[in-house]
């Protein structure tokens, strides 16, 4: 019986016992559609018209094939193969109420840790060139002594290169090193200038051990100008950024701590002015992803969120934040000299001059 060759270019019928090595001509390769050109990848001939394609004869001898080839697969072949296919189920979790959110958030008397600081080149040459050792700007001065009960729990020493912090009465006996100096840059060294330990590694000098002993200082130096400074704040699905204007901040007089709902800040900066603010943090962050960089013209603290979402604000409604600035303006009976050392540290210099201090170009 009669078969049928399913060789691309043959299909004649053929005696399967007559079946030789000459007995079909067909194409062994695919066809080409390019251009409108019409062809046959094994053989070099092309035209325009598909009835001449059909037409063209093979170019390659053998025996003829009665098998059939693959069909391809259909649309709906395809379909119920991927309908067959398992479907991972993914669950999003909506927003939490308010009251949940409050009843899991952390304690804010949980210990404070201090945040690790990033000082930019651009700082580091800024404050080689202030005349730290001036008496105008000496950084030494007596330390307001306060009784035991006034001091809070938590507090860190004022002492430089201190970094104890007051858990209670028996703090006041431990013994303080601390360096009772002022730190000097110059020409990319820096050192102390009680003990003249140099290097040229910024993070090496803030970790230097003091070079004295005495007692804790848990109030500070009674010579800083209190001051408020202009604040800002950005956030990103999972970081808040708090950006603080301070003028050439002092990175080893300063200080930033905090604990998963509370940021204290600590600053101390060109004009030996200290601006310091509490902070009852709207949501919770992660201590050990979130550090402090300063650069000429202000510092930036990147708190890393402990889940992904946007806060409405940056601090709770019933936040106690201040400033010791606003403190003394509270406090003082010269509101008016108060109001132009606030207005010192507004901070309003154009961006130009902001640029030319992050490059550390002197401004005249």
Known sequence: MASLCYNKGCGQRF????????????????????????????????????????????CTKGFHSKEKPPEPFSQGETSDNQKAKPVEE????????????????????????LLPVKVSRSLEQALEKLNLSSKDEALEGSCARE??????????????????????????????????????????????????????????????????????????????KAVSCRQDWHQTSSQVVVTVYAKNPLPALSSV???????????????????QAEMNLWGVIEIEKSFVSMVPTKVEITL???????????????????????????STKEPRAVQEEDSDDNLSWSEDEEEELEMGIPSN
């Open 304 to 330: 890393c969120k402990t889940s992904c979402g946007s806060w409405a604000r940056l601090e709770l409604p019933q936040s106690r934040s201040h400033s010791c600035g606003e403190q003394e303006a509270a």
């Open 15 to 58: 005696d399967p016992e007559h079946n030789t090595s000459e007995s079909c001509l067909y194409h062994p390769g695919v066809p080409i559609f390019h251009d409108a050109l019409k062809g046959w990848s094994c053989c070099k001939k092309r035209t325009t018209d598909f009835s001449e394609f059909l037409s063209i004869k093979g």
């Open 90 to 113: 993914l669950i999003i979790q909506g927003p939490k109420s308010a009251e949940k959110m409050q009843q899991e958030r952390p304690s804010s008397d949980e210990p404070r840790q």
């Open 257 to 275: 701590k905090a604990n998963r709902t509370v940021l204290e800040v600590h600053i101390i900066f060109e004009g030996n002015k200290i601006f």
């Open 147 to 224: 009784t035991t009960a006034q001091v809070r729990v938590g507090t860190t020493c004022k002492n430089a290169a201190c970094k104890v912090i007051y858990r209670g009465p028996e703090s006041n006996t431990e013994v303080c090193t601390f360096h009772p100096g002022v730190p000097v840059f110059h020409e990319g060294v820096k050192y102390w200038s009680c003990c003249g330990v140099k290097t040229m590694d910024f993070s090496t000098f803030l970790e230097q051990p003091g070079c004295s002993r005495g007692q804790h200082c848990w109030a500070g130096k009674g010579d800083k």
